[in-house]
């Protein structure tokens, strides 16, 4: 697979007084609650999910910015090198210098990616482009699948009766069978790769892995939010944290110049190091894709062939950004996304092509950090742009103004607004049920 390589988007160092003059505004978050007891309880923050939107919302820019050409507030008095006006881009290596695709021919690639099309009324459309159709999932760049999708699809595994889901193999990926290999030897899904020098098969478990860094990534935040701590700064620095670790980052990739550049980020010199994670989950679904075979898949939905056909080729990473993290409600399995197709655009030759993607998915966090601090992997996340968004600040604002409310013993609970009003005499339902079963709800006198 070719890499995510973008050592050439600057990384913008912290500003203080540029922090200093910037006040976001904290909106509302509606918070779901699970049931009181649960070990969940008051980690259920579902309103700032950063799909939807935030990623329609990149796609779009991305691809205006490929056909329209770079439209940045204009620097004044100020040339690009090659005589364009510059412009203060989300792409700072774009800066205006991308004119726009305007009437030429695009390649089929590209258009296949972006999903840019046109219909015989010579009209282009896109994602976003303000049609009453929205054009959702138009462009293979719109699927970035997480290993929980992957592991609805049911497969037929030899010796099975019944078909097996994907996600079963990976939970039990050292215990079923799914094949034999040409020494006579059985193949597990846990079988991420042969080591080309010793022959040796390794395996390893992408359920636990990901969970694992999911949980200390979360430990680390939720210590934040029972500090009191509101600084975004510092939850970037844990996602960063447990992403050097996590994707075993080499110092080179943060900086080219390291003078240690093939040593690990935060792992001692000579430390026993397992392969990375993405390693591990891109050759775990090739494993069980190449055993399996072309007819495995039961069914002919479209979304699932078309999954089936990409786990030929996974592009994994995971994602830190504190929605996920904190929610405990999603599946770690939903945190791992496959971010294939957007690294064909990432990595694309085709002129124009990868300053309109980083324009759409740029690198830099305001006041923050930048996703090149997290290494080549981690910042391939699609869900990048909810660092961005404001709705960030108001979880974490959130989730620290309900961490101090639940320690608060003098805190009177109320009925959510919604129910303030409920009486249960004029429910028709709960009437129904005293009529049902009278003994039930009958009161001592």
């Not at 679904?285 to 979304?303: C, F, Q, S, V, Y």
Request: include cysteine; proline fraction near 6%.
């Amino acid at each position: 697979m070719p890499s995510f390589n973008s050592k050439k988007q600057p990384v913008r160092k912290f500003n203080s007084q540029r922090l200093a003059i910037k006040v976001r505004k904290v909106k509302e978050i509606t918070q779901v609650y699970p049931p009181q007891g649960s070990g969940l309880e008051g980690w259920s923050e579902l309103s700032s999910t950063p799909h939807g939107e935030l990623t329609d919302r990149a796609h779009q820019r991305m691809v205006e910015h490929y056909r329209e050409g770079c439209q940045g507030s204009p620097i004044e008095g100020q040339k690009n090198e090659d005589g364009t006006q510059a412009r203060r881009c989300l792409n700072p290596q774009c800066g205006g210098r991308w004119q726009g695709i305007a009437d030429e021919l695009i390649p089929r690639e590209v258009s296949e990616t972006m999903g840019i099309t046109g219909d015989k009324n010579g009209h282009t459309h896109y994602l976003g482009d303000g049609c009453e159709k929205p054009h959702y999932g138009q462009g293979t760049a719109t699927h970035t699948p997480s290993l929980a999708d992957y592991g609805m699809l049911m497969l037929q595994v030899p010796g099975r009766n019944q078909p097996i889901s994907l996600n079963e193999l990976l939970v039990n990926s050292d215990s079923i069978r799914i094949g034999t290999d040409a020494n006579g030897e059985a193949i597990y899904p846990s079988r991420y790769m042969t080591d080309r020098r010793t022959g040796q098969h390794k395996h390893d478990s992408v359920y636990l892995r990901a969970g694992a860094a999911a949980h200390g990534a979360a430990t680390g935040m939720r210590r934040l939010v029972e500090a009191g701590e509101t600084d975004l700064r510092k939850y970037f620095q844990i996602a960063k944290d447990a992403a050097h670790e996590h994707f075993g980052t080499k110092r080179k990739e943060i900086d080219p110049k390291d003078s240690h550049g093939e040593e690990y980020v935060g792992i001692m010199s000579g430390a026993p190091q397992e392969d990375p994670f993405h390693v591990v989950a891109n050759g775990t679904l090739k494993n069980i894709r190449e055993t399996l075979g072309d007819t495995a898949l039961i069914g002919n939905d479209p979304m699932h062939v078309r999954l089936w056909e990409m786990a030929r080729t996974p592009d994994f990473t995971q994602t830190f950004n504190i929605h996920h993290v904190i929610n405990n409600q999603l599946n770690p399995m939903s945190h791992v996304v496959d971010a294939q197709n957007l690294s064909k655009l990432a990595t694309s030759k085709h002129p124009g092509v990868r300053e309109s993607f980083f324009a759409g998915y740029p690198q830099d966090i305001p006041d923050v950090g930048n996703m090149a601090e997290m290494g080549n992997v981690a910042k391939k996340d699609p869900f990048s742009a909810h660092w961005r968004s404001n709705r960030v600040h108001s979880l974490v604002h959130r989730l620290v103004r309900d961490h101090s409310e639940r320690n608060n013993r003098s805190r009177v609970d109320s009925a959510p607004t919604w129910q303030a009003d409920y009486n249960p005499q004029t429910d028709e339902n709960f009437m129904e049920m005293i009529q049902g079963n009278p003994e039930v709800f009958k009161t001592e006198k």
